[in-house]
């Protein structure tokens, strides 16, 4: 195992940046749902580095139990947006305005 | 060597990462998603977690995309969206933060070495990686594994009430 640590590391800061900058810049709710998917991968990239460099398998469990709640929130995301488009017909998020002051 | 085959793992994560967020077309982002899914896995190999690139490959690569595109197919989206016109704000309080980040780095040594992490216990070879997950789950966290299951009782619920026909239209009649 010649690969420090610190690139797993880097990798995922790097990935879980880009995840942010998707979510904070796009208009389709489909494109940030997929960067949530992004920054979720960037965070179990985290997890299973170090679990495998600290010999503990913890890691590797809660990386078990972030895909669970990944899974929960694509069906219930995905179901949102089937519930806006069929009220709204667009899944732009410029022309959601209902819960804004 | 190994190394060598970190950097392709970390090229193509990054570049399918960015592509999710640059191109227009959702299918494009989804299809891209799924390449970096597979190099995902591929890391996870490398790090001798065969069972999470495993569950992996099968779960977001097969369940979480497939329903993706089935819904980017299903609504028919006619690419009129464009980026957010908050350019100006996001650009100066991303300089501010990078500064802040670069200074706090600075000051407390990060960039001078790398940390030493002590390499404490060893992987367990003898077992099997899925055999000693199983063992783990089962055991130690045997709650939050039921916890889990009933997560996705309640999305499943949710999913299926939220599509359901004049829930949202239901007021108005």
Same mark, same amino acid.
């Given at each position: 195992m010649n690969v420090p640590v610190e690139f797993y590391l880097v990798l995922s800061g790097i990935v879980f940046l880009i995840g942010l900058v998707g979510v904070l810049v796009r208009r389709n709710i489909i494109i940030i749902l997929l960067s949530i998917e992004l920054m979720l991968n960037a965070t179990n990239i985290n997890f299973v580095a170090f679990s495998s460099y600290l010999g503990n398998l913890a890691g590797q469990v809660f990386v078990f139990f972030a895909l669970t709640v990944a899974a929960a929130e694509v069906a219930v995301g995905l179901a949102i947006i089937i519930a806006l488009y069929r009220h709204h017909e667009s899944i732009n998020v410029d022309d959601f305005s209902l819960l804004k002051w | 060597m190994e190394t060598l085959i970190f950097f392709y793992f970390a090229g193509v994560i990054l570049l399918t990462a960015t592509l999710v967020v640059a191109l227009r077309n959702p299918i494009y982002s989804a299809l891209s998603l799924l390449v970096m899914f597979f190099h995902v896995a591929g890391l996870y190999v490398m790090l001798h977690a065969e069972f999470l690139a495993a569950i992996q490959i099968i !779960?977001?690569? $097969?369940a979480i995309l497939v329903l993706y595109l089935f819904v980017v197919m299903l609504l028919?989206?006619?690419?009129?969206e464009r980026f957010s016109k908050q350019g100006g704000v996001a650009l100066f309080l991303g300089i501010v933060l990078l500064a802040e980040a670069v200074i706090l780095g600075i000051s407390r040594g990060i960039f001078v070495g790398p940390a030493h992490v002590p390499p404490q216990g060893e992987q367990e070879?003898? !077992? $099997?990686n899925t055999e000693s997950i199983g063992e783990i789950l089962y055991s130690t966290y045997l709650f939050p594994f039921e916890i889990a299951s009933l997560i996705l009782l309640v999305a499943m619920i949710g999913a299926v009430i939220l599509t359901k026909k004049g829930i949202l239209e239901s007021k108005s009649p």
């Open positions: - | !779960v977001y690569a $097969g028919n989206i006619k690419r009129e070879t003898s !077992v $099997g």
